[in-house]
Structure formats: structure tokens, C-alpha cells
């Protein structure tokens, strides 16, 4: 992160209001309407943090604040609590809490079992839900609860340090200082927005310009197509009042894909699916969502140090940051950073490790415990690896398996920046390797490979490179990698006995889709509490007329939007008795690749059909021959984009096809000359 950059805190996002949608006022037909640009600016920097010390300071809650800048009144008021807040609350002073106590004692957290961590503690902690209620974030290490003494950002058993209350105060000043800013930065903008919405004409009218601008080839006007979304989105949210009458809702919807298509540069075909998630104005809330990265947090590495030690060590450095949230006692939420957080001594140290915040959530769902027997399927580049050995503190074992050699070295490189010592690197296709190599684990985690849909504000690429195909071809991999995860695990473990799935992409085939399938293919496994609380949303239990098992409510989802952390979808298992005779997976993996002999058509063991269960059901089964087609035609596509022509592509394979056919024939005709031999 470079310097001059700020990043939103983590926690709730903007309103929709704040994104510019207003389901009951049509503004830009009364009126000319406030730039979105401007609300979301707003939003994302200054006032939450001062209403949060408004509030520390206070102790009371603040009425929400409906519009991202504040009039000139609320700004100076603002500034002056700010201000006083350096002055009035020396952090040194306050209290500490319970929770931070505990994590300071690196002894006793070793003791405590993690699953009653995640379930009291972040239960207790009321996670994001209370967050999600309210716009005014409560995980904010000036806040208080009405009734609490004020919190200190980093509390232990140094409590008067003279020197610590420094370093907080001078990390509040840094904070304050960037506010005061931004807020400068932000007036300006707004001023500007201001003068451009004074040009702008009425949804009306901009239909007709950008009628005539396509007509023309023309390159479309970004801020009319920007409009004609939200007054589209405004006219779904009321279809009966406020619909065209001439014009059916597809309609609506299929101008409004068109839209997001222009507008944030999606493929029709990812688009698509990615509205089908949600309503058209969470849709819109995504997508906008999708056009930033979410915040710089880091990993405290607790074999190492602890929170309050690195952050002293970083904010001495001129680094602003605060806790991630309450849901985790390890993450530093990085805002400014003057100096590259992936080269200061701390890190070359390997006191931490840059990780996205939801990274962190499906360790928290492991639980791993001491002494365990962990495989950690996927690993590279270790993140989450890691994360796992330091809450094991370095005893048991992990084996960190990952099929790319390439990444594989990335996460010995982590491995041992970060001291752990109790880690077993492998590279292995885990399809084929686990548990044939290896089994018998306590925990396994499948982080599997994914679309990366949950990612796009980091990766905008998948906007435009996920295709059919992929959609197809991953949660294939995926059903089988679980199932594989599945028969890995110990169901006798005294301590475990769980295995934990989750991608960084938010759609169902990839999802709850994968988690039916292995429900149905394993009769000894089933959902369980991820252990998170009410943070993130509850997994879906239906999709377009599917129906899933009511259990999958248990699983969680991550959105950028709802909790400003990565799309990601954690799900917890727990295998309850042994690996049935005809194990699915394991028979596929005879063959050279059992996604390829699935799509060839070796139904019954290999695909690990379960009786009764339909061929073709996208969320259960597969339909080898319909695959097959689909993949083929999509393949086609995925040349004709890249300017190949797909008959020479055809050809090519024909040939190779009866190129093998000849040596079949060949080799064949010996054996079969021995054959008729000793037949005779
Ligand atoms: C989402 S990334 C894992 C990220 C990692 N868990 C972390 O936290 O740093 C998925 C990984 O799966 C690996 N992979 C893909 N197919 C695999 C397979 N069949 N067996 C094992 N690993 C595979 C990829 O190389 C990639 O590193």
C-alpha cells in the first residue's frame, strides 16, 4: 500500500441511499440528482470514523447520518470531538478488555478450544450483526458500549505504559490528521460532481442520447448509462407504480445487464449469473462494490509477537491502523502506510503476513487444536496454512499440499518466514493423492481452487475471463476434491473429525451446489456450525427452484458489499462414520484424470452416482454427455475469442484421436493375435 491511500474501515458498506439508489423518490426526474460519486466518497472515508469518536467521547449514539458529507455545521462539530479526542482520551487510560487480555496470553489460547472460541466468544462479541444493524460501525476501537468504560485499542498488562499512550495518540493524530484531508479532498470533488450534475439532462432525455451515441458506434457516456441503471433499479423496486406500462419487467432487467455489462465491463454470461444472486439493487450494491479493493489487513503471526506489539512496531513506522474487528484478535486493519508493508523488518521477520480478511474466517472454522493431524489440501501460497500452525502453536502436524510446484514454493517461502515448524510441504493432485497417500487426518481443509468471483475488486481479469465452461469444469473438480477431503478424514478423531470447504467465490454451482452433492454422495457426513456467529449471511437453502438441505443455512457467505471483506462461502462438516464401500471419488481416480473419465462417460463408481440420484441435475448429479456438449461448444467460443478457428482445432484432435486409434489397433492386433492364440 502506498502512501496517500486510504482504505474504508472493515464492516458494514454503504446504504444503498449512499450508492445513489433512492426507491422512493424519483430525483433525477424532480430534479438534478446528487452525484452517487459523491455519497459514496463520503461514505467511505471521514464520518464514520468521527462519528465513532463522537460516540467513544459522548457515550451516546449518534443519530445516523443519512448523507455521506455532513453539512458545514456537523463538519466542524465533528472536527472539534475529533480533535478533543486526542486531547480528553488518553488511550492509555482506558480499560482493557477481557478479550484482548486473552489474547495476549498466548499460553492460555494454545488451551482453549477454538470451536468454543468461535462459537461463545464471537457469539458474544455479537460479530457483524450488530454491525450490519446499524451504519455506525460498533467494532471500532474508540467505540463503547453505552453502558462500558471506553475501550483502549490494544489492551494487556501494560496498561500505563507512558510510552504506548503515545504511540496510540500518535496514531489517532495520524488518523485525524488523513480525515481532515480527505474531507478537504472530498468537498472538492463533491463541488466538482455538483457542477457536472448541473449539466446533466433527465433519464428521459439521456435514453435518447444514449440511443443516438450507440447508434453512432459512438463510445457511451458513462454517467447517463450510470443513471439509467439506478432509475431502472428504482422502477424494479415499485414495477407496479412506476413501470412503463409499454414495457414488461424482462425487459427492465435485460436493458439493466446490458448496462452493468457497459458500465463495469462483465461478459453478459458472468453478469448474469452474478444478478441472479440478488436483488436488482444489491446486484447494483455488488457490482459497485466489485470496482474497489477491499481493505490492507494483515495477520498478526502469533508464534512471533503479539497485536499490540506489531502494531506499536508499525505504527512507529508512520503505519495508521486499528483492529480488523471484533470478529478477530490477530487482524490489523492497515489505512495508510508510508512505508511497503511486504519489506519492513517486521515482516522480513515474519511478524506478520498480509492476508485478506475473510482468509481468516475458514481457519476460525477448522478450529484446529493442538497436537492434531491437519491436512490443508490446497495451501499455496499459505495464508491460511499458517494461520493454522500458529493457532496449533507449532505442535501436531500439518501437511500443506498444493498441485502447483510453482506456488508450492511460495508457501515454503511462507512456511518459513513465519516459523512454522510444524508443517509438511507435498505437491500432490489432491483428487488422486488423499486419502490414497495419505488419510486418517483430525481437520481437513479444502480451500478448493474457484472462479474467483469473490475477488473481482482485486482480479477485475474474471470479469471478462470466466466463461461456461469454467462454471462447469470447477465444480466438477471441486465435488471431487471434497469428496476426496471427506474420505481423508478421521471420523474417530477424539478431537476432530471435520472438514471445512470454501472458495473465494460467491456462485451457488460453485457452493451450496458442491456441498449437496458430497451430502448426497456421503451419507456419513453433515453440516455443522462454522463456529463464526452471526458474521457474514446464512447459506442459500434454495436457488432457482433447487432446493437444498435445510442445514445449509449454516454455512456462511461473505459479500463485499454487506461485510467489506472478499466474496467468500465457508462450510463446516462433520463425518460422523466411516468412508462407505464404493467411495466415488476413488474409483475416478484410478483413471489418469477422473474429471476427464466423468466427462467421457464412465458413469455408476467412477462419478460416484448415487442410486436414484438424476443424471443432468446441475446441483447433484452430472450429465456426462450433456457436459460433454456443453464443454465442447464452449471450448469453440473460448477459441473463436481468441481468433483460432475451432474446425482447425477439431481437425487437429481427429487426427490425434485416430493417430492413437492406429497404435491401439496396432498394439491391440498383437494381443489379440496372442489372445486368439492361446484362445485356440
Ligand atoms: C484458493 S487457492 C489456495 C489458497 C490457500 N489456501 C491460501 O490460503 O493461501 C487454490 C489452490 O489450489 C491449488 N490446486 C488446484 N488444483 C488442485 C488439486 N487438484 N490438488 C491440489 N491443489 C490444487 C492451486 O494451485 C491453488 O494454489
Known amino acids: 500500500m502506498g502512501p496517500g491511500r486510504r482504505m474504508k474501515k472493515q464492516g458494514p458498506p454503504a446504504t ?30 471521514g464520518p464514520k470514523k468521527l462519528v465513532e469518536l463522537d460516540r467513544t467521547l459522548r457515550n451516546e449514539q449518534l443519530p445516523r447520518s443519512k448523507e455521506g458529507v455532513s453539512s458545514g455545521k456537523d463538519k466542524k462539530n465533528k472536527k472539534l470531538v475529533n480533535r478533543d479526542a486526542q486531547i480528553t482520551v488518553p488511550p492509555a487510560l482506558l480499560a482493557p478488555s477481557d478479550e484482548e487480555q486473552e489474547e495476549e496470553d498466548d499460553i492460555d489460547a494454545a488451551d482453549i478450544s477454538l470451536d468454543e472460541i468461535s ?18 460501525s460498533d467494532d471500532s476501537v474508540f467505540d463503547s458500549d453505552p453502558d462500558e468504560q471506553p475501550r483502549r485499542m490494544f489492551s494487556d498488562d501494560e496498561d500505563d505504559s507512558d510510552a504506548e499512550a503515545q504511540l496510540t495518540a500518535a496514531n489517532i493524530e495520524g488518523l485525524s490528521r488523513k480525515l481532515d484531508q480527505q474531507q478537504a479532498e472530498v468537498e472538492a470533488e463533491a463541488q466538482q460532481e455538483l457542477e457536472d450534475a448541473a449539466l446533466q439532462t433527465n433519464i428521459a432525455k439521456d435514453e435518447g442520447v444514449l440511443d443516438s451515441v450507440a447508434a453512432q458506434g459512438l463510445a457511451p457516456d458513462l454517467a447517463l448509462i450510470r443513471n439509467r441503471m439506478t432509475e431502472t433499479i428504482r422502477v424494479l423496486g415499485n414495477f407496479s407504480e412506476l413501470a412503463d406500462k409499454t414495457k414488461s419487467r424482462t425487459e427492465y432487467i435485460d436493458q439493466l445487464l446490458s448496462d452493468i455489462c457497459t458500465y463495469y465491463g462483465y461478459t453478459p454470461y458472468l453478469a448474469e449469473k452474478l444478478f441472479s444472486l440478488f436483488t436488482p439493487a444489491e ?27 506489531l502494531a506499536q512496531a508499525l505504527i512507529n513506522r508512520g503505519v495508521v491502523l486499528e483492529p480488523v474487528g471484533k470478529w478477530s484478535k490477530v487482524g490489523l486493519q492497515v489505512f495508510e502506510a508510508p512505508v511497503p508493508l511486504g519489506a519492513t523488518p517486521e515482516y522480513l521477520a515474519g511478524d506478520y503476513i498480509l492476508q485478506a480478511a475473510s482468509s481468516f474466517l475458514p481457519v476460525m472454522a477448522l478450529a484446529p487444536q493442538p497436537n492434531e493431524r491437519i491436512l490443508d489440501m490446497a495451501a499455496a501460497p499459505g495464508g491460511k496454512t499458517t494461520y493454522i500452525s500458529a493457532l496449533m502453536r507449532n505442535t501436531g502436524v500439518v501437511f500443506a499440499n498444493d498441485a502447483n510446484k510453482q506456488r508450492a ?53 474474471v ?37 471445512v470447504y470454501s472458495t473465494c467465490s460467491v456462485t451457488v454451482e460453485e457452493n451450496e451446489a458442491v456441498v449437496q452433492y458430497v451430502l448426497r454422495k456421503r451419507p456419513n457426513v453433515k453440516i455443522v456450525d462454522t463456529g463464526l456467529g452471526s458474521f457474514g449471511s446464512e447459506g442459500f437453502k434454495s436457488y432457482m427452484n433447487k432446493k437444498f438441505d435445510d442445514k445449509m443455512s449454516l454455512t456462511r457467505r461473505y459479500f463485499p458489499h454487506r461485510e467489506n471483506v472478499d466474496g467468500f462461502f465457508v462450510c463446516k462438516l462433520k463425518k460422523t462414520g466411516p468412508m462407505p464401500k464404493n467411495p466415488g471419488h476413488l474409483d475416478g481416480a484410478k483413471t489418469a484424470d477422473s474429471t476427464t473419465s466423468a466427462v467421457n462417460g464412465e458413469k455408476g463408481s467412477a462419478l460416484g452416482l448415487e442410486e436414484g440420484a438424476k443424471p443432468g441435475d446441475d446441483f447433484g448429479g452430472f450429465d456426462d454427455e450433456e457436459d460433454k456438449h456443453i464443454l465442447e ?31 491401439k489397433v496396432n498394439g491391440g492386433g498383437k494381443k489379440k493375435t496372442s489372445g486368439d492364440k492361446t484362445k485356440s
Open 463 to 499: 470479469k471478462t475471463s470466466k466463461n461456461e465452461r469454467d462454471f462447469l469444469a470447477l465444480p466438477h473438480m471441486q465435488k471431487q476434491l471434497l469428496l476426496a477431503a471427506i474420505d481423508s478424514t478421521d471420523h474417530s478423531s477424539k478431537t476432530g473429525g471435520y472438514i
Open 119 to 136: 462459537s461463545s466468544q464471537l457469539e458474544d462479541d455479537e460479530l457483524a450483526q450488530a454491525d450490519l444493524d446499524q451504519e455506525v
Open 16 to 45: 444503498l441511499e449512499e450508492l445513489g439508489i433512492n426507491l422512493k423518490r424519483k430525483s433525477n426526474v424532480d430534479g438534478p440528482k446528487e452525484p452517487a460519486k459523491r455519497r459514496r466518497k463520503a461514505a467511505d472515508h
Open 283 to 309: 446486484a447494483f450494491a455488488f457490482f459497485e462494490a466489485n470496482e474497489t479493493p477491499r481493505p490492507v489487513v494483515l495477520r498478526t503471526n502469533t508464534l512471533r509477537t503479539n497485536r499490540r506489539s
Open 409 to 461: 514454493k511460495g508457501l515454503i517461502g511462507n512456511i518459513h518466514r513465519l516459523h512454522c515448524k510444524n508443517t509438511i510441504v507435498c505437491n500432490y493432485d489432491a483428487q488422486k493423492a488423499f486419502p490414497k497417500i495419505l488419510g486418517g487426518f483430525d481437520r481437513v481443509l479444502l480451500d478448493a481452487p474457484c472462479s474467483g468471483t469473490g475477488v473481482i475488486g482485486k482480479d477485475p481479469s
Open 633 to 663: 461448444r464452449a471450448e469453440k467460443k473460448w477459441l473463436k475469442a481468441r481468433g483460432l478457428d475451432p474446425r482447425v482445432a477439431d481437425r487437429k484432435k481427429a487426427a490425434g484421436a485416430k493417430g492413437k486409434e492406429g497404435k
